[in-house]
């Protein structure tokens, strides 16, 4: 009789586990797939995954006509607007996103052009700091000279170099992406008969923008130089575009929030671009380098 129980119950176990797994095989499977970040600016990637199990085809279509198929990938989308995003898997199965993209800064064709920025003015001293910088293009390559030394002073993107002595020297920018070197007189007066020349308003604004982005540098507090910069100047939008030392670029807030824990930043200047209508700044653009 034992005997009998015993087939018995093993015949029972494998019939339970023969139906557990035909339902596994024949059940619905859940959509596992993921978009981030789902708030982007223009011209920002957004990432999308999926893991659904078993699944063989998929199909993302991102709300503008553009469609992807596969599983993995990232889209870059070029318009303003909410788009709602729709993986289909195994032309069965779907699930959907909602991202919202916001305007970006306006992008200037001159970008695309490498070009020596340096001090502007008549009024510069010896053994004044002087920021140079390359900006546009995509050059990974740059080597300065300030005509003093007779030799490569910098390799850096943005060189800062002051002068011993006073003259007229030919600052000289070559790059990997330049046919010929970029140059840009500039005239040191002696130390001793330098005065505060005057400054326009954008000049202001910029000097009272460094001395804010510093003082969040050196570890003061957060809110009170963040907000002033964000109420004063950028006209409450923390997605405006801030690009330092001509190369990486972030929204004001995640700058700020870097800047909050990246001890030993030295902000070199600021110059900002705005709407000549609002009067808003919609981009600052940053030197800085770290002590």
């Not at 990637?45 to 990232?74: C, Q, V």
């Not at 709602?84 to 919202?100: A, G, H, P």
């Not at 300030?146 to 993107?157: A, K, L």
């Not at 020297?169 to 130390?191: A, E, S």
Request: charged share 20%; glycine share 8%; with cysteine.
């Amino acid at each position: 009789m034992n005997r009998d129980l015993t087939l018995t119950t093993r015949a029972l176990m494998a019939t339970g586990g023969l139906l557990l797994m035909l339902l596994w095989l024949t059940s619905k499977p859940t959509v596992r797939a993921t978009v981030s970040p789902i708030q982007v600016s223009v011209g920002q990637p957004i990432y999308f995954t999926d893991s659904t199990r078993g699944a063989e085809m998929h199909r993302w279509e991102f709300g503008n006509g553009a469609m992807l198929r596969k599983a993995t990938g990232d889209y870059t989308y070029r318009q303003a607007g909410s788009y709602l995003i729709r993986l289909t898997v195994d032309d069965e199965y779907q699930k959907t996103f909602r991202v919202t993209v916001r305007p970006g800064p306006p992008v200037n064709l001159r970008d695309s052009v490498v070009q020596l920025n340096g001090p502007q003015g008549d009024y510069h001293y010896q053994n004044e700091k002087l920021t140079f910088v390359a900006t546009g293009g995509q050059s990974r390559s740059f080597a300065w000279r300030f005509g003093e030394s007779g030799r490569i002073d910098s390799r850096d993107q943005t060189a800062i170099y002051s002068y011993a002595q006073p003259g007229l020297y030919t600052v000289v920018l070559t790059t990997d992406l330049t046919k010929y070197p970029l140059k840009q007189n500039i005239l040191i007066r002696p130390g001793f008969r330098k005065f505060n020349p005057p400054v326009d308003s954008t000049d202001l604004a910029g000097d009272d923008i460094r001395r804010r982005l510093q003082a969040i540098a050196d570890g003061k507090p957060f809110n009170t130089n963040y907000y002033y910069v964000l109420n004063r100047y950028l006209c409450k939008r923390d997605y405006a575009a801030v690009q330092v030392n001509a190369t990486k670029l972030n929204d004001f807030y995640s700058y700020c929030m870097g800047l909050r824990f990246d001890r030993g930043v030295q902000v070199d200047g600021v110059s900002i671009d705005s709407d000549t209508l609002t009067r808003c700044i919609f981009r600052l653009n940053v030197t800085q380098h770290k002590l």
